[in-house]
């Protein structure tokens, strides 16, 4: 006669049973004691409508560069009019998907297979966790199905797969605040307005545009000097809540430079180095002329005619892209120019300033 088991046994038993796998996941993975302060950026690969790049790339040839404009008759505003817009050059036949899914995976499957080469020689898989970012407009759990489909068996990652829809801003003060986890984190974020759920989305005045971005990140150990030299290193972002500008006097400089105070501090970097500006937002008149006040008094190292805006470069697209993007070249730039410092300024909110500084 068989014995009976009651509940409570089954449920100690799948206990065990989940200790078990975790011990010996652990024996394969062991759990690392990781620092909170920063990450190390060990490369970087960015592609926009106006090329794609994974070598150093001095800012000065960056500033220049513009992106064609396609026009799509399947994209129209809320108007009923057709938009022009700013595509990625992915491979194809026909006419690009119209949808938000099927264009996202076009531009997924055109990255990989550029990108397949360097990633197999660049990066540890053993060690390796992906960060996938969700598109704008797809479902999380369809990204991640088109993900895997798309993705290299040869570079499947040992540490598998991890699915965000946060900001960079917002995931990395989590990932800083745990001392476990994977040693290495390839951020992969990409991102197209032109579609047909995202067009209505970008304003009349501006473009709608896709980018890809792909940043290895490695985590440092506990016993680290966060601030010594190399390599570059990506620390949180600051965060500044504040009235409206337009409430400010113009040449009122105050939340420039409260923000750069804390982001030196935390990251050690001298104003003097800083020579690279990388912008998100509408610069309007009230905002530029805060922002040459500043420089001119405490950047002297910065020529705003180099600053770099994603509009002339790859238009709108989300900004959860638009911040690894934005990181991406920095550390491209920063790369071209040893000694350099990047600011990356976010001016989007009226009510907030945020900026990072890599360098």
């Not at 996938?132 to 798309?150: C, E, I, K, T």
């Not at 610069?283 to 805060?290: G, N, P, S, V």
């Not at 006040?293 to 238009?315: K, M, N, V």
């Amino acid at each position: 006669m068989a014995i009976r088991t009651s509940i409570y046994d089954r449920i100690s038993e799948r206990r065990l049973a989940a200790q078990e796998q975790q011990r010996l996941a652990g024996m394969v993975f062991p759990e690392g004691k990781f620092a909170s302060a920063s990450v190390d950026i060990i490369r970087a690969w960015v592609w926009l409508p106006c090329g794609s790049y994974d070598a150093p790339l001095p800012a000065s040839e960056l500033a220049g560069l513009h992106a064609d404009v396609s026009q799509d008759p399947r994209l129209l505003d809320t108007r009923g009019l057709s938009r022009p817009v700013r595509r990625l050059a992915t491979p194809a036949t026909g006419w690009p998907e119209a949808e938000a899914l099927g264009r996202s995976s076009e531009i997924l499957k055109a990255a990989l297979n550029t990108w397949a080469p360097a990633f197999r020689h660049s990066i540890d898989w053993r060690n390796t966790q992906v960060v996938l970012f969700v598109p704008g407009a797809v479902r999380a759990m369809d990204w991640l199905d088109r993900a895997l489909s798309l993705w290299p068996t040869e570079l499947l990652p040992h540490r598998g797969f991890d699915l965000q829809t946060q900001s960079a801003a917002q995931w990395l003060p989590e990932v800083l605040a745990h001392s476990a986890g994977a040693q290495y984190l390839l951020c992969l974020s990409l991102d197209t307005w032109a579609c047909e759920e995202q067009i209505t989305l970008c304003p009349p005045e501006e473009m709608a545009g896709e980018a890809v971005s792909a940043v290895l990140l490695r985590r440092q150990s506990a016993q680290t000097d966060p601030r010594s030299h190399s390599p570059l290193k990506l620390f949180a972002p600051i965060e500044l809540d504040h009235l409206a500008r337009t409430s400010r006097a113009r040449p009122d400089t105050q939340i420039f430079e409260r923000l750069m105070t804390a982001l030196c501090e935390v990251t050690a970097i001298d104003l003097a180095r800083v020579s690279v500006l990388i912008a998100g937002g509408a610069i309007d008149r009230q905002r530029l002329i805060q922002l040459n006040e500043y420089a001119r008094d405490f950047l002297p190292g910065l020529d705003l005619d180099r600053q770099i805006c994603l509009s002339p470069l790859g238009a709108r697209f989300g900004p959860v892209t638009e911040q690894w993007v934005q990181i991406g070249l920095a550390w491209l730039t920063a790369r071209a120019e040893p000694g350099c410092a990047v600011w990356i300024l976010d001016l989007t909110s009226a009510n907030q300033t945020q900026g990072w500084l890599i360098g």
